[in-house]
């Protein structure tokens, strides 16, 4: 009886993370959809606008700890404003990109699917535990942020390539990271909060290899 008990429990658990896993990846697909659609609407809008959207798509995401246990709905809904905001945000930078060199565009976005896909694989299937890595990625991300104002003042050598090259590393451990704890997870209620850190990680990493491929065409 104790057998069948656990055995029942155990196929429950894993039931409820795949229910996780897909509920957060429609969650991340439709994240996206609303970023497009902010990017899209944002195209003929200055840059200062670009700070309002930031600042608006925070304070959505410090508002989604408070709401996710209260609200599904409000917490998912602050989670597409985090989506149309950021979208409104870097719709200047992505405009620039596009006339500039639209090829590093589509580069970007094709690299930026295959570094998540991988790096997520090898964190949801991987047994070794990954907190130290999402740890020592956290602190490494606030140095990283350091060495971006550093550059704003100073003249570095290869500075910009470096820059992206260690984000892309540093978000390779978080991303393997967030992917670790949406397998362990059952808590459906956290689907919106593990999609936004998943889509940041995307986001993230699009812009660094935006950066690159910018440069070498």
């Known amino acids: ?31 996206a959809a609303f970023f497009t659609l902010g990017a899209y609407l944002g195209r003929h809008l200055s840059g200062g606008w670009a700070f309002v959207g930031f600042i608006a798509a925070f304070v959505c995401l410090i508002a989604m700890n ?34 500039a060199d639209p090829r590093a565009v589509w580069q970007a976005g094709a690299a930026t699917a295959l570094f998540i896909a991988c790096c997520g694989a090898i964190g949801y299937a991987t047994r070794r535990d990954l907190s130290a890595v999402g740890r ?13 104002i550093v550059m704003i003042f100073v003249n570095i050598p290869g500075g910009a390539v470096a820059y ?47 950066q690159l491929f910018s440069r070498d065409n």
Do not use: K
């Open 1 to 31: 009886m104790s057998e069948s008990l656990a055995y029942s429990e155990a196929r429950s658990a894993s039931g409820d993370t795949h229910t996780l896993f897909g509920q957060t990846m429609g969650y991340v697909a439709a994240t």
């Open 164 to 210: 992206s090259i260690l984000g892309l590393v540093i978000f390779a451990g978080l991303t393997m990271f967030d992917f670790q704890r949406l397998r362990d997870s059952t808590d459906i209620d956290s689907a919106p909060l593990m999609a936004a850190s998943i889509f940041l990680d995307a986001l993230n990493v699009f812009q660094f290899f935006l």
């Open 66 to 99: 408070f709401t996710v246990r209260q609200s599904g709905a409000g917490t998912t809904g602050l989670l597409f404003a985090v989506g149309l905001f950021l979208g409104l945000a870097l719709s200047p930078t992505l405009v620039y990109y596009a006339g």
């Open 136 to 148: 020592l990625g956290s602190w490494a991300l606030v140095a990283l942020i350091g060495f971006g």
